[in-house]
């Protein structure tokens, strides 16, 4: 920190255990590889503390097989002419007295961190006060870079904080001795689908895209209600249909019933009984549904929080990316609206360690033809952001099972559904292959199935 006295009081600091942890990392080699994890030099108070230390970690990086003491570190202090701005020889020399014992080095480096802490969110907090204050600012800007900015302090892990990279290569070979990767995403639900993605993983952006009516919305729903049925926490930002159309539309898919027949709220006993069931299939399920239209970008990344960190949600899906408001002002060229939009999502899948889907349309000159990725509506930067793009295109109609129903509500007379065969192209896979399954859409239930399984 550059100021000593934030808010007219002298920031929490313990100059004690500062001296203490640098006397312990010249006195033993081991106090240093335990408190070189936790610190960094801007974790002390003590200018002349920071300076020490910072000399100390520069010196083990050029000098590797060396051991750091007092007259080694003096001597690289005066070849750096830096032994002044430390505090001189006779206060560095009684460092290793200032130690009680060096196997409380941890305690020291765990306490100098929290002290940090705590004054970064001082900081932070006069911050958001000033920025707070200026009515030039505009408020929801300002709470979405604190609450951005506090999430950041909540981890203890530095940004600069690098690891040599067998410690990646060892967790991995646990992880697969112990079959802790065989489940890495959130599975779709769909088989043919999951073995091609893996299922939606942990901090990657996922893109469903099609033209209008292909279907973007009923494989999203399709896909959640498969989640929530296996017991994971999801999170839809509804942006086009109110959340009670949504949740209309999962009764119609969970019961069979013609989603046309429930907004007509003409059900029969049956019916009804069947759509009862369904929905005592949901009540305990956890889904959370955000339907504000054309929401701003910066209430979803706030709600989005929200979700993760009050109620555990596992995956957030988001219709669609066109109808989110970025915040740019209408006379920013469409293209920048979007990028900024597609690469703060991003960010905040990074940032919230979870999967965030987000449909998008494709460009009309994709009627009829099989989409491509050059085709995503409106911005380059989906393209370009996106860990991975599921595209979906309409093939011939399938053969009814049996006849076609000459009106919706004779649901009771058959069980049998009309099929439209959909492409479901995996058309980029950061870290996969690309390819194609398909599956069918039951357009009297607005639902996704396996071909294979008969509806």
């Known amino acids: 920190m550059n100021e000593k006295s934030l808010v007219g009081v002298v920031p929490p600091h313990d100059s004690d255990f500062e001296r203490a942890v640098l006397g312990a990392m010249l006195m033993n080699s081991k106090a240093f590889d335990t408190v070189e994890g936790i610190l960094n030099a801007e974790d002390f108070y003590d200018t002349p503390h920071a300076c020490i230390y910072q000399a100390i970690t520069d010196f083990k990086t050029e000098n590797n097989l060396m051991t750091i003491d007092l007259l080694t570190l003096s001597e690289y202090l005066k070849k750096k002419d830096l032994l002044e701005k430390c505090g001189g020889l006779t ?39 000033r920025e707070a204050v200026d009515v030039s600012n505009d408020i929801k800007d300002v709470l979405d870079e604190s609450e951005q900015k506090l999430g950041l302090l909540n981890s203890t892990k530095s940004s600069n904080d690098y690891k040599q990279a067998n410690q990646y290569f060892l967790k991995l070979m646990d992880d697969y001795t112990n079959g802790k990767r065989k489940d890495n995403g959130v599975q779709s ?13 942990k901090a990657e952006f996922t893109v469903i895209a099609a033209r209008p009516s292909v279907g973007k919305t009923a494989l999203a729903l399709s896909i ?10 999801v999170g839809f930002f509804s942006l086009e249909m109110s959340a ?17 027949i429930l907004r007509n709220g003409r059900m029969d006993n049956r019916s009804m009984k069947e759509v009862m069931e369904a929905a005592e299939t949901f009540y305990s399920k956890d889904l959370y549904i955000q339907d504000v239209p054309n929401m701003k970008l910066m209430d979803i990344r706030s709600e989005a929080r929200r979700m993760v960190r009050d109620d555990g949600v596992e995956i957030i899906f988001i219709d669609y990316i066109g109808l989110i408001d970025s915040g740019l002002g209408d006379n920013i060229p469409r293209h920048e609206q ?18 965030v889907v987000v449909l998008s349309q494709v460009s009309r000159d994709a009627e009829g033809n099989e989409p491509t990725l050059s085709q995503l509506r409106d911005s380059g930067s989906i393209e370009q952001d996106a860990d991975l793009v599921i595209m979906l295109h309409k093939e011939r109609k399938y053969k009814n099972l049996d006849k076609a129903r000459e009106e919706e509500d004779n649901y009771e007379k058959t069980n049998e559904q009309p099929i439209d065969k959909i492409k479901i192209i995996i058309a980029k896979q950061r870290n996969g292959s690309v390819g194609f399954t398909n599956l069918g859409f039951v357009s009297r239930i607005v639902r996704f199935d396996e071909l294979e399984n008969g509806f």
Do not use: H
């Open 244 to 260: 009670e159309s949504l949740a209309e539309r999962m009764l119609s898919m969970e019961s069979k019933v013609s989603y046309g």
């Open 189 to 201: 639900g769909y088989k043919n689908l999951d073995q091609i993605i893996g299922g939606f993983r």
């Open 338 to 355: 979007i990028g900024r939009v597609s690469r703060s999502l991003k960010a905040l899948a990074r940032e919230l360690k979870i999967p």
């Open 224 to 233: 959640v209600q498969n989640m929530i049925k296996a017991d994971r926490k």
């Open 91 to 129: 206060y560095i020399a009684e460092l290793t007295s200032s130690v009680p014992t060096i196997a409380n080095a941890q305690y020291y480096a765990d306490s100098i961190k929290a002290f940090s802490l705590r004054r970064k969110v001082v900081e932070l907090s006069s911050i958001i006060i």
